[in-house]
């Protein structure tokens, strides 16, 4: 029986592609260029160690930094900061690793679970509640 990961789709922005915008996604999606904007994805996202990403909010299901990020990381499932990554902004993820020789400015805040809020369906503010309340509940 073939893994669920093996089924889905990577895109991949090229080293040479710069994208200013906002970006949706269900599968997986792979930045070895610039990219500068929103992103908002259910699927995994790799910022490959050649890849700068100025965001102002970063939502996908988990998230391996190997290149450079400013904005704001959100991913329920996890987030791996690997060595020689460079990240300013708040993170937060239900999981977080951190190898050696990472830059990190910024502060983490841990969550139990995925909020109950489709995260395509309403602004960012409604999904941010959904985390602070879900992070608040109790254990």
């Known amino acids: 029986m073939a893994d669920e990961k093996e089924k889905k789709n990577t895109t ?18 792979v930045i070895t260029g610039t990219f500068k904007g929103t992103i908002k994805a259910v ?5 490959d160690k050649t890849g700068i990403c100025d965001v102002d909010e970063m939502f996908a299901n988990s998230i391996v930094v190997s290149g450079k990020i400013t904005g704001n990381i959100h991913a329920p499932e996890r987030v791996e900061l690997c060595n020689g990554c460079a990240v300013r902004g708040t993170i937060e993820t239900g999981r977080l690793r ?15 679970s995925v909020p109950d809020v489709d995260l395509f369906s309403v602004v ?5 509640q959904g985390l602070i309340l879900k992070s608040d509940a109790p254990r």
């Open 12 to 29: 991949v922005l090229g080293q040479e592609t710069v994208f200013d915008g906002v970006i949706e996604f269900t599968d997986n999606l």
């Open 43 to 47: 699927g995994d996202l790799e910022i």
């Open 98 to 112: 951190i190898a050696d020789n990472v830059d990190f400015e910024g502060k983490v805040s841990m969550i139990d």
């Open 124 to 128: 960012s503010e409604e999904y941010k």
